[in-house]
């Protein structure tokens, strides 16, 4: 089989870029019609962002006062000023159910589901590999691998928390290296799904398409 | 404080001294009133009357401020505090408090929602102040706020909480309560004092209490402490390292415990640590006298110590326990004799008489609980008593 835009070796790294997009585009409208690796991405993407709350602390369980105060098994309760805290990154609710509460910070949740989205796409094309095992050899883990170094940066917007659980000393280089955390892995999410989509080229065909690879 | 104040109304609630470091808080003290003015004629907080010890160059303060992690303001200060009646707030007894008890206004700020915030801007007895708490210093301290507000900086310095003062942007670390940076440099603020408590013991001795509740305006998760518990002790307040370098290591020579509570108290020339557990066993801890710093204070356990140089005693400092409050009351000794009442816990006799802690006839000192590390570290010649 032969690629679509061929094997690109004297075309410019523009041209290259654009074979990457139109190939990971592909590859998700495939990832997307395949029920498992749909259900892969829709399940890891909010397992990601779950477990990106709680690294941020804002999931978790109640403290015994908090429950103690007691006003029913469910209650929420919103900031006078929802819009100007959300502006400013704040939290506009907590809610309540039971012993377990969440604070509801839209910049955090934006950002959890941002990269818990590319986390998801990122298996949901390994898993479409994986079902196809003649395409290529993606790894599943690749999309894990890469959502590592943005799950540590959980907890970059709480600095020296990190060092706390590691019982490390910070120290300026320590903590620059933490807010970068953020971005680097965006980055590197981004580049390993556009490097999964390269490697498994996909011709829309059919509800699943079909997939061409040299590999 | 408020000139509304009385002394005795104070000494009786507070755990300050009646010196030059509180000397706003009373209302013998003259020379308040004169308010330095900071950039576009902004007037920030009252300056301190007379000046408090302080052993470091500002040029190196500034030097070791670090970035704590949060932006400016990251950390957001409580502006529009809601107080409510001891009753209505379900709050564990050993939930960690900083109390004031005033002339007009007692209230107990929670170490739980303060540690999501750090600063409250509050008005105590017709007096604008900030109630500050540093989770990584172990440190609760008040200051009067004039006609601004304090907020968190986002920066630390020898692990501590660096305020700043939203009329000039100076900065001043809390512990130091001396502006290192910016308009301010070098003016140092009139403190107000706390009890650092829990909300059982509180609430038994000011049972008309108010205390501050989670109505702050903002949505945490209050309660949810990030640094680990108090109740018992765990996370970083339980022990181990400390999380930034401190700007002196001397201390742990005398002794190798970053998280332990001093008792600390400074004067115009000197700093003193009284080493709490100690204190809660031999109930009276007190310096040697003379004021000379990196002797390593003494252990007096008890009123017949630190006198082995009569003359100087007028000088030594003294620390007694309350049981009541679980705090230490530090004094000037002025060459009196204090000695526990054998038979009940938190009374003490000076000079025939039969006092209780808080309210001893000597010249009380303005003290804060602190990690050992911190005290060290601001403070390398502190006396050390234990």
Known sequence: MS??????????????????????????????????????????????????AVAVRDLGVASRATRGGGEGLVSATVVATPLTRALSGEGVALVALGPVEYLFVPATLAVAVAIGLLVGTNLALSTLAWRRPAVCD????????????ALLSGTACCGPLVFIVLGLQATSAALTAIAWLRPASVLLLVASLLWAGWNLDVRASGSSGTMLSEM | MSHYLTRRRLLGSLGLAGVAAVAGCLDRVPGRGAVPVGTDGASGPPSRDGTLYQPWPHDRLREATVSGGPD???????????????????????????GYAGEADVKAY?????????????????TPVAVTYCPLTGTAMGFERGDTTL?????????????????????????????????????????VGLTWTTWGRWREAHPDTEVLTEDTGYAK???????GNYNPTSGYYGGGRTLFSPLDEGWAATLDEPKRVVIGARTADRAVAFDKPTLREKRVL???GGGANGDGGSDTGGADGGDGD?????????????????????????????????????LFVVDGETHRAGDLPLERMYALDAMWHAWGGFYPETAYVA
């Not at chain 1, 997009?21 to 029920?35: F, P, Q, S, Y």
């Not at chain 1, 599943?140 to 590592?148: K, M, T």
């Not at chain 2, 020898?158 to 440099?185: I, K």
């Open chain 2, 110 to 126: 929670t170490q739980r929602v303060l540690v999501w915030h750090e600063i409250t801007n509050d008005t105590l007895d017709g």
């Open chain 2, 286 to 288: 007190e310096t040697d």
């Open chain 2, 310 to 346: 009569a003359g100087a005693d007028a000088d030594a400092l003294l620390a007694v326990y309350d049981p009541g409050l679980d705090t230490g009351w530090v004094y000037r000794s002025g060459g009196e004799s204090v000695e526990p009442d054998d038979d009940r816990e938190g």
């Open chain 2, 221 to 227: 998760r209050y309660g949810s402490d990030p640094y």
């Open chain 1, 3 to 52: 690629r679509e835009h061929g094997g690109g070796g004297s075309r410019g790294p523009a041209a290259v870029a654009m074979t990457a997009l139109a190939r990971t585009r592909r590859g998700l409208v495939a990832a997307l019609a395949d029920r498992v690796a749909a259900a892969v991405l829709v399940a890891s993407t909010v397992g990601y962002a779950l477990v990106y």
């Open chain 1, 138 to 149: 993606i790894s599943p883990a690749s999309g894990l691998a890469a959502g590592l170094p």
């Open chain 2, 72 to 98: 400016k303001d990251g950390i957001p200060s409580v502006d529009d505090p809601s107080f409510a009646p001891a009753g209505e707030v379900p709050l564990a007894d050993d939930e960690v408090v900083f």
């Open chain 2, 151 to 191: 907020g968190v900086s986002g920066k630390l310095v020898n692990s501590n909480l660096v305020m700043y003062d939203r009329a000039t942007d100076s900065r001043w670390p809390q512990v130091l309560a001396t502006a290192v940076d910016g308009p301010r440099e070098g003016d140092q603020l009139r403190e």
